[in-house]
């Protein structure tokens, strides 16, 4: 962790809570066991943060972040963390959503960034057709907010949650047996 990389991720962060008229940025670490580390991300929080007096600030621990997800997941907008508490993070959310089959990634830096579903590659599955593409779809969504194309996204948001909500079509993880083909033909059908 260095100093420039805390202040690029939380600025990220206060900058897509700004952007997209959400109310709070919440930092995630473990500052009083890791104090250089967590303290150094916790000290770049409240720095950043002061920019932003129009959006809530909260700081919280890893462990009981974790629960309070559990409990009360309406209650955060945007969370900020290291990669590490970042990935513990984003698999507990995918369970919120549905399962890692509908978890969306993105990794946005200054300059470039790299889209992948959370749940990376899933090798073991290669050939089966049976993997939830709804993750990919949703990943393709990001990419195309991120490159300026806020309509396609969204026509791109409102096919998936289409196909979600009338629970026709899907993969073995929402019981049902389609393949992973017919899945994303169907996304492309509401499109």
């Known amino acids: 962790m260095s100093r420039q990389g805390c202040r690029s991720i939380v600025t990220q962060a206060f900058e897509y809570a700004r952007k997209h008229g959400r109310k709070s940025v919440t930092v995630v670490d473990k500052p009083n066991v890791l104090r250089e580390t967590g303290g150094l991300m916790i000290r770049t929080f409240r720095e950043v943060a ?3 007096p129009e959006i809530k600030r ?16 309406g209650d ?6 290291e990669n590490m508490f970042g990935d513990i ?12 089959g509908f978890a969306s990634a993105a990794n946005i830096g200054d300059h470039y960034a790299v889209f992948e579903p959370t749940h990376g590659s899933a090798p073991k599955y290669a050939g089966q ?15 195309l907010d991120w490159l300026g194309e806020a309509d396609a996204a969204g026509r791109l948001e409102t096919a998936i949650a289409t196909v979600i909500k009338e629970g026709r079509v899907g993969t073995y993880d929402v019981k049902l047996n389609n393949t992973t ?11």
């Not at 700081?59 to 997941?73: F, G, R, S, Y």
């Not at 507990?92 to 549905?98: E, F, I, S």
């Not at 083909?181 to 499109?191: D, F, I, K, S």
């Open 76 to 81: 955060y907008d945007v969370l900020v963390a």
């Open 181 to 191: 083909l017919e899945v994303a033909e169907e996304v492309a059908r509401q499109l």
């Open 50 to 52: 002061a920019g932003y």
């Open 58 to 73: 909260y700081e919280t621990n890893i462990d009981a972040q974790c629960m309070w997800l559990i409990k009360n997941p």
């Open 129 to 143: 057709y049976k993997v939830n593409p709804m993750a990919m779809l949703l990943t393709c969504k990001l990419m």
């Open 89 to 100: 993070l984003s698999d507990l959310c995918a369970a919120l959503v549905g399962g890692l």
